[in-house]
Nanobody, 120 residues
């Protein structure tokens, strides 16, 4: 069973919108902080957005602030990334990540990634 499955990627023109979803299974979703990362060709993976386990606190990379919104539905074990006013530089594979920090260590899961391509 794959713990995280992303969906919603695709090809969109600059200025358009996409909504990514990440469905979780096999672990206590509501206990994990959830993150969206992205990796463009030839670049390192970077953190795009993060949301706390309870959903109250969110953080964003400067490059996406005001354009992207992360949210979660703990009843449905799903995290979302609403991406508006997309730019060609947003083109990347987007990965969902679940992370639980515990005393003495951490647990985390990764999705397989979904491709987002923004044409100019």
């Amino acid at each position: 069973q794959v713990p995280l499955v992303e969906s919603g990627g695709g090809l969109v023109q600059a200025g358009g919108s996409l909504r990514l979803s990440c469905a979780a299974s096999g672990f206590t979703f509501s206990s994990y902080a959830m993150n969206w990362y992205r990796q463009a060709p030839g670049k390192e993976r970077e953190l795009v957005a993060a949301i706390a386990a309870a959903g109250g606190n969110t953080n964003y990379a400067d490059s996406v602030k005001g354009r992207f919104t992360i949210s979660r539905d703990n009843a449905e074990n799903t995290v979302f990334l609403q991406m508006n006013r997309l730019k060609p530089e947003d083109t990347a594979v987007y990965y969902c990540n679940a992370r639980l920090i515990e005393w003495g260590g951490s647990q985390e899961y990764w999705g397989q990634g979904t491709q987002v391509t923004v044409s100019s």
